[in-house]
Each structure stands twice: as C-alpha cells, then as structure tokens.
C-alpha cells in the first residue's frame, strides 16, 4: 500500500483544516487508517483511527470532540478534518494503514501500521 497524505498548510488558531491520505495498491477497506502527528522535538503521537471493518474511530484524548477521520472507500481516501485548532497541534501529520487487532494496544501505536505516508505539515499560528 501506498499512501499519499495532504492538506496541510498555515492556519490561525481557532481556524480548520482538513488532511486527505490518498491510498494505492490495495483497498483501504482492508486496514485500520491512522492519522499520527510529530511536533518539533517530540516523538510521534497516535491522533485517531478509522476502521470500516471494524465500523469505529478513535482518538487521542488532546483531539476529542476537534478533530473527525473519516473514510471513503470507494476513492480509496481517508480524511482528518481539524476543528479550533491550536498552536500546540503544530505538527508534521502521517496517515498510516496497518491490520492490528481492533481495540488492541497496537492501534494507538506506530508499531500498530505497517504502511506510512510522507507527512504533511500544519502549522498554527496564535
């Protein structure tokens, strides 16, 4: 699988984005998609995931009730969509697609996915 993540860019706080993560190979349907982000200086943080198998999502704690992933199997396509965002959400954003048991420890984990994007920076201004 090869995945292609975008929509990054500049946005004041408060203000919204959406990220696309376009995948090719195979059918998205077939994984659970992750949306991870690496801030300056940090390690990499699980945001949220979206299996249509598993008909669920979840999200990292610092994200609920913000942020919303969403699939679109047929175009092959996962999306974040970004609410009131804020300076600390200034991060490089992956999509990643891996096959870990659903409700696992894994899904909050890099090593939970198999398939990474390139990243796609966003930045938040205060």
């Known amino acids: 699988v090869q995945l292609q993540a975008s929509g990054g860019g500049l946005v004041q706080a408060g203000g919204s984005l959406r990220l696309s993560c376009a995948a090719s190979?195979?059918?998205?349907?077939?994984?659970?998609m992750g949306w991870f982000r690496q801030a300056p200086g940090k390690e990499r943080e699980f945001v949220a995931v979206?299996?249509?198998?598993?008909?669920?999502?979840k999200y990292a704690n610092s994200v609920k009730g913000r942020f919303a992933i969403s699939g679109e199997n047929a175009k092959n396509m996962v999306y974040l969509q970004m609410n009131s965002l804020k300076p600390e959400d200034t991060a490089i954003y992956y999509c990643?697609?891996?096959?870990?048991?659903?409700?696992?420890?894994?899904?909050?984990?890099?090593?939970?996915?198999?398939?990474w994007g390139q990243g796609t920076l966003v930045t938040v201004s205060s």
């Open positions: 979206f299996s249509s198998r598993a008909g669920g999502t």
């Open positions: 990643a697609a891996g096959n870990h048991p659903w409700g696992s420890e894994t899904m909050y984990r890099e090593s939970g996915y198999a398939y």
């Open positions: 190979g195979r059918t998205l349907s077939r994984y659970h």
